[in-house]
């Protein structure tokens, strides 16, 4: 637990502002799907005919989960893309459900002899609705909404993987690192969140409740909102907009590729926004494309084989040809290589390797019984695990595992599969004492490690392009394992490892 707390004190302006940003996400959201589903709730009540329809259809959007709808929303024109506005969609897709069953069964459950005594009263049906059927309603309608906010705020956090921001940061990129501390810096947050605004709708219940209303909890209540709604807009105002957007895929190479960039642009005074996490190559392109971030580190194999869908190549000189041509038919410019190929390594446990000598990736067919498991792009890119296994022969045991790009390495080493694909600069190869198998068939493309910067923003800031082209050639496989290691093995914090490494590059060039 002191880990914990000097973790968020270290980070403390960091974690005011995704605290924010993740209150005003499920506050939005929750506000959004009120709106909606108690007119719809009102509705339905009032006509049995359409309660059916109306109710089937938000159990299917309930029913899909959530990494898949932020999946079907981001091509969408509108209301898709990558950001705070999908994840609102999707957030309030999941809201609705509960706040529509809450609305009808409060108003279906106002007894039929209230309304025709109201009736025989003179009102109308306006008023039998606003003066009898909704008070009695409320306590009801409280609860759905109350059911609403925890679900917001449990599902906020995967709205991290689209740069939507919120706690699932702190989680996103503790599985990144594999480091408990991290992880629960987002999860315990988000769980007391959670708790603190279903006891505040509790409160807001027994408000409703015409016999249990109390002038202390009406107080109380007006409090809490306006502490909670002041606190989130001002926190999440510290997460505006910045000069530039930074972003990063979900692993730990990607953090620290993603924290270089920025911190090489904020040493030429331009504000930095990050948007790490997101979740896998698609994401992160689309994001780049459509202006929800503006640069990014990329491979130049995987741009070629996943975005661009042309055949894999070894030669690197080639492969960064056609990958730029590409990218500046789309606006974005390809600026020098870094100096490392991260191409894939085939890992097994050192033990194994050693009892079956196991050196190449075609050894593989001598470990009977081997049982894989992969991060889920492996097992569909072209130059992934189906073409792998058609290239060298292999036979292994089942189908693969899939599993977070995070925990494959960690998977190999507790024996739960026997081998896996990952990075070959990660530094948990070292740490999980893994081996890496030779590709003697040369079966993987080069994947050169390529900053992409959209074309306009170098216009507006030239000297963006400038600084990072001075990372040419600046970053061996060795060096990116060993940044690697630092956050993974030593756990060390992402920002401390890239400032000592520029720090050290700026000596090195400031050297006559």
Same mark, same amino acid.
């Given at each position: 637990?002191?880990?914990?707390?000097?973790?968020?004190?270290?980070?403390?302006?960091?974690?005011?502002?995704?605290?924010?940003?993740?209150?005003?996400?499920?506050?939005?959201?929750?506000?959004?799907?009120?709106?909606?589903?108690?007119?719809?709730?009102?509705?339905?009540?009032?006509?049995?005919?359409?309660?059916?329809?109306?109710?089937?259809?938000?159990?299917?959007?309930?029913?899909?989960?959530?990494?898949?709808?932020?999946?079907?929303?981001?091509?969408?024109?509108?209301?898709?893309?990558?950001?705070?506005?999908?994840?609102?969609?999707?957030?309030?897709?999941?809201?609705?459900?509960?706040?529509?069953?809450?609305?009808?069964?409060?108003?279906?459950?106002?007894?039929?002899?209230?309304?025709?005594?109201?009736?025989?009263?003179?009102?109308?049906?306006?008023?039998?609705?606003?003066?009898?059927?909704?008070?009695?309603?409320?306590?009801?309608?409280?609860?759905?909404?109350?059911?609403?906010?925890?679900?917001?705020?449990?599902?906020?956090?995967?709205?991290?993987?689209?740069?939507?921001?919120?706690?699932?940061?702190?989680?996103?990129?503790?599985?990144?690192?594999?480091?408990?501390?991290?992880?629960?810096?987002?999860?315990?947050?988000?769980?007391?969140?959670?708790?603190?605004?279903?006891?505040?709708?509790?409160?807001?219940?027994?408000?409703?409740?015409?016999?249990?209303?109390?002038?202390?909890?009406?107080?109380?209540?007006?409090?809490?909102?306006?502490?909670?709604?002041?606190?989130?807009?001002?926190?999440?105002?510290?997460?505006?907009?910045?000069?530039?957007?930074?972003?990063?895929?979900?692993?730990?190479?990607?953090?620290?590729?993603?924290?270089?960039?920025?911190?090489?642009?904020?040493?030429?005074?331009?504000?930095?926004?990050?948007?790490?996490?997101?979740?896998?190559?698609?994401?992160?392109?689309?994001?780049?494309?459509?202006?929800?971030?503006?640069?990014?580190?990329?491979?130049?194999?995987?741009?070629?084989?996943?975005?661009?869908?042309?055949?894999?190549?070894?030669?690197?000189?080639?492969?960064?040809?056609?990958?730029?041509?590409?990218?500046?038919?789309?606006?974005?410019?390809?600026?020098?290589?870094?100096?490392?190929?991260?191409?894939?390594?085939?890992?097994?446990?050192?033990?194994?390797?050693?009892?079956?000598?196991?050196?190449?990736?075609?050894?593989?067919?001598?470990?009977?019984?081997?049982?894989?498991?992969?991060?889920?792009?492996?097992?569909?890119?072209?130059?992934?695990?189906?073409?792998?296994?058609?290239?060298?022969?292999?036979?292994?045991?089942?189908?693969?595992?899939?599993?977070?790009?995070?925990?494959?390495?960690?998977?190999?080493?507790?024996?739960?599969?026997?081998?896996?694909?990952?990075?070959?600069?990660?530094?948990?190869?070292?740490?999980? +004492?893994?081996?890496?198998?030779?590709?003697?068939?040369?079966?993987?493309?080069?994947?050169?490690?390529?900053?992409?910067?959209?074309?306009?923003?170098?216009?507006? +800031?030239?000297?963006?392009?400038?600084?990072?082209?001075?990372?040419?050639?600046?970053?061996?496989?060795?060096?990116?394992?060993?940044?690697?290691?630092?956050?993974?093995?030593?756990?060390?914090?992402?920002?401390?490892?890239?400032?000592?490494?520029?720090?050290?590059?700026?000596?090195?060039?400031?050297?006559?």
């Amino acid at each position: 637990m002191s880990a914990l707390i000097d973790f968020i004190a270290s980070h403390r302006a960091e974690f005011i502002a995704r605290l924010g940003e993740h209150v005003v996400l499920v506050l939005a959201s929750t506000a959004i799907a009120a709106a909606l589903g108690i007119p719809l709730g009102i509705l339905a009540a009032r006509k049995p005919s359409l309660a059916k329809p109306i109710v089937a259809l938000a159990n299917l959007a309930q029913t899909i989960p959530s990494l898949a709808l932020f999946g079907f929303l981001i091509p969408l024109p509108f209301i898709g893309g990558i950001g705070t506005r999908t994840a609102l969609v999707a957030l309030t897709v999941y809201a609705i459900l509960p706040v529509l069953r809450g609305t009808i069964t409060g108003i279906q459950g106002v007894p039929a002899t209230v309304i025709e005594c109201a009736v025989a009263m003179g009102l109308t049906s306006r008023q039998v609705l606003t003066q009898v059927e909704w008070p009695l309603a409320l306590p009801s309608i409280v609860s759905g909404l109350r059911v609403a906010v925890v679900i917001g705020v449990g599902t906020a956090t995967i709205a991290s993987a689209i740069g939507a921001g919120g706690l699932g940061d702190y989680i996103f990129r503790g599985l990144a690192m594999v480091d408990s501390t991290v992880i629960l810096a987002g999860a315990v947050p988000a769980a007391l969140l959670a708790i603190a605004g279903d006891a505040a709708l509790a409160l807001a219940g027994r408000i409703a409740d015409p016999r249990r209303r109390s002038r202390s909890a009406v107080a109380a209540l007006a409090a809490m909102l306006i502490v909670s709604t002041a606190g989130a807009l001002w926190a999440s105002g510290l997460a505006a907009r910045r000069d530039i957007i930074v972003g990063s895929k979900n692993f730990t190479e990607q953090i620290v590729l993603g924290e270089i960039v920025a911190q090489v642009i904020e040493r030429q005074g331009l504000n930095v926004e990050r948007r790490f996490n997101l979740g896998g190559t698609a994401i992160a392109h689309q994001a780049l494309i459509s202006g929800g971030i503006d640069t990014y580190v990329e491979y130049s194999g995987t741009s070629l084989t996943a975005i661009f869908n042309l055949p894999p190549s070894t030669d690197s000189s080639v492969v960064f040809e056609q990958v730029r041509d590409r990218y500046a038919a789309l606006g974005v410019t390809a600026l020098p290589r870094l100096g490392f190929n991260n191409t894939f390594a085939i890992l097994v446990r050192a033990e194994d390797a050693e009892r079956l000598g196991l050196k190449t990736i075609g050894d593989l067919n001598k470990f009977a019984g081997a049982r894989a498991g992969f991060g889920y792009e492996f097992l569909e890119r072209p130059d992934g695990f189906k073409g792998l296994t058609v290239a060298y022969g292999l036979q292994l045991a089942g189908q693969p595992r899939t599993m977070d790009l995070n925990l494959i390495y960690r998977a190999v080493a507790a024996k739960e599969i026997d081998v896996t694909a990952g990075d070959v600069t990660s530094g948990q190869i070292e740490a999980q +004492h893994l081996v890496v198998l030779e590709d003697d068939r040369h079966y993987f493309p080069v994947y050169d490690a390529v900053p992409l910067v959209r074309a306009t923003l170098l216009l507006k +800031h030239p000297e963006i392009g400038e600084a990072l082209r001075r990372l040419e050639g600046a970053m061996s496989a060795a060096e990116m394992r060993r940044l690697n290691y630092a956050v993974d093995g030593e756990k060390q914090d992402p920002f401390q490892v890239v400032r000592a490494f520029l720090d050290k590059l700026e000596t090195l060039y400031a050297k006559p």
